[in-house]
């Protein structure tokens, strides 16, 4: 049975970080992108951040290139999104994705 389980999240300061988790299971993870993907309330999911298979190859979303990072690690089945410099607008619930794959998400509050 594929699973992704998200961890992480919480509330957080405007400026603060944090680094979000997700676990994979059920499939041969080292040999899929994987993606972190939010939404916000009223708003359409977005995507946020992709990377390849071995990580060698990273994308971002405009509104956090330079202050979020995407890694992995295939040992481990993890991917990761640290998050740094959080603003107010990065307030959503955040979700790991591998195709038709989701995890249940976790949320991220951003506020003062």
């Known amino acids: 049975q594929l699973q992704l389980v998200e961890s992480g999240g919480g509330l957080v300061q405007p400026g603060g970080s944090l680094r979000l988790s997700c676990v994979a299971s059920?499939?041969?993870?080292?040999?899929?992108?994987m993606s972190w993907r939010r939404q916000a309330p009223g708003k359409e999911r977005e995507l946020v951040a992709v990377?390849?298979?071995?990580?060698?190859?990273?994308k971002y979303e405009d509104s956090v290139k330079g202050r979020f990072t995407i890694s992995r690690d295939n040992a481990k089945n993890t991917v990761y999104l640290q998050m740094n410099s959080l603003k107010v607008e990065d307030s959503a619930v955040y979700y790991c994705?591998?195709?038709?794959?989701w995890g249940q998400g976790t949320q991220v509050t951003v506020s003062s």
């Open positions: 059920g499939f041969t993870f080292s040999d899929y992108p």
């Open positions: 994705n591998q195709g038709n794959t």
């Open positions: 990377i390849s298979t071995g990580g060698g190859i990273t």
